[in-house]
């Protein structure tokens, strides 16, 4: 099994001349790397799942460093913990007005699902494809947030759950069950579409810098820093904060009051 | 159309159809504008409520987005995953 890793297009690669060389013209499509075979099925490894693997493996010992850290935590934070402690407040903060304090142990989970999403938009500033310009990801990610919605719906709401569905009047049934099929549409594409755009944008603007002639490259020195800055930065973190919360409000209003 | 690549006309067309799809831009341009004069005024009225405007905003933002994310995604597949090419007969 010959994963090519070496193949991913990040920074490094860039830097030591492993990238192959760009398609002429535009392609949005995440690069399959390797195609395993399973009996009959085939199996893609795009670009986007290394891509995801790498900061799931970033990640993880990120979380297991902190996790050992943490065993000589003062009661007088300093340094590293109070990073730790600011960013743990502010989720809390954050998942107690959306979901009240009853259901702040939502926390635990948006807040990994905040990081990865994070993470993920900002790949774009170090050369990565972001693998949230993926619908596999985000779809994959709002379908957890489907069945927490009607998880919680079953098990706080009884009855009433599905009594919801017959209000205010019985014929009105299959307006309800699409009205419910269309949340992790608009929540997935929400994502995916503002993160295609913004990189699409970005590839487009490369490749007219990369034409210009002559003198005119002296737009080259700021004019892609000022729009990373625009679509990478700006827009990935206000979708990350918008998917999290859009999808606690979605898991509060199935919860009855 | 006798001597015309279906395959061209069909991309051509394509090429029309996404940038009308993009018309949907209108819409939420509109939309989140109002919601941010309203926001302002809010806050001018209101200083101290500031964190909650601004996150209740945000939040129409971004469900008013979603038929503009719509359009993109539709041109989007036309661009780059087209599936009309692949119905031309021959």
């Known amino acids: ?257 | 159309m006798e001597g015309m690549d279906p395959r061209a006309f069909v991309l051509g067309c394509s090429a029309i159809g996404a940038g009308l799809a993009m018309i949907a831009g209108i819409g939420p341009g509109i939309g989140q504008g109002f919601a941010a004069g309203k926001g302002a005024e809010a806050v001018g009225r209101q200083p101290e409520a500031r964190g909650t405007i601004t996150s209740t905003m945000l939040l129409g933002c971004a469900v008013a987005e979603s038929t503009g994310i719509y359009g993109l995604v539709v041109a989007m597949i036309l661009l780059f995953a087209n599936p009309l090419v692949g119905k031309i007969q021959g």
């Open chain 1, 1 to 257: 099994m010959g994963l090519h890793l070496l193949e991913v297009k990040s920074l490094v690669g860039h830097l030591i001349g492993w990238n192959t060389t760009p398609a002429e013209g535009l392609d949005a499509n995440a690069r399959i790397i390797e195609k395993l075979h399973f009996g009959s099925t085939e199996v893609w490894i795009t670009e986007t799942v290394v891509n995801t693997w790498i900061f799931m493996a970033a990640l993880i010992i990120l979380a297991v460093i902190l996790r050992i850290k943490m065993k000589n935590y003062k009661n007088k934070p300093s340094g590293l913990q109070n990073v730790v402690e600011l960013a743990i407040e502010y989720m809390d903060s954050f998942v107690k007005s959306a979901m009240t304090e009853k259901y702040a142990y939502f926390g635990n989970w948006f807040f990994g699902v905040f990081v990865l999403i994070l993470v993920s938009n900002l790949s774009g500033l170090l050369g990565f494809r972001p693998p949230t310009a993926d619908l596999c990801t985000t779809a994959a990610i709002t379908f957890t947030t489907f069945f927490l919605i009607h998880f919680m719906g079953i098990k706080t709401g009884k009855g009433g759950y599905f009594k919801g569905y017959l209000e205010p009047l019985p014929f009105l049934l299959p307006i309800n069950i699409i009205s419910e099929l269309a949340t992790p549409i608009s929540l997935s594409f929400r994502l995916f579409g503002n993160i295609l755009g913004g990189m699409i944008i970005m590839a487009m603007v490369y490749m007219a810098l990369g034409s210009l002639p002559g003198i005119a490259k002296i737009f080259n020195i700021g004019v892609p820093s000022v729009l990373h800055v625009y679509f990478d930065v700006f827009a990935g973190c206000i979708q990350t904060v918008i998917f999290v919360m859009l999808s606690m409000t979605f898991i509060k209003d199935k919860i009855p009051d």
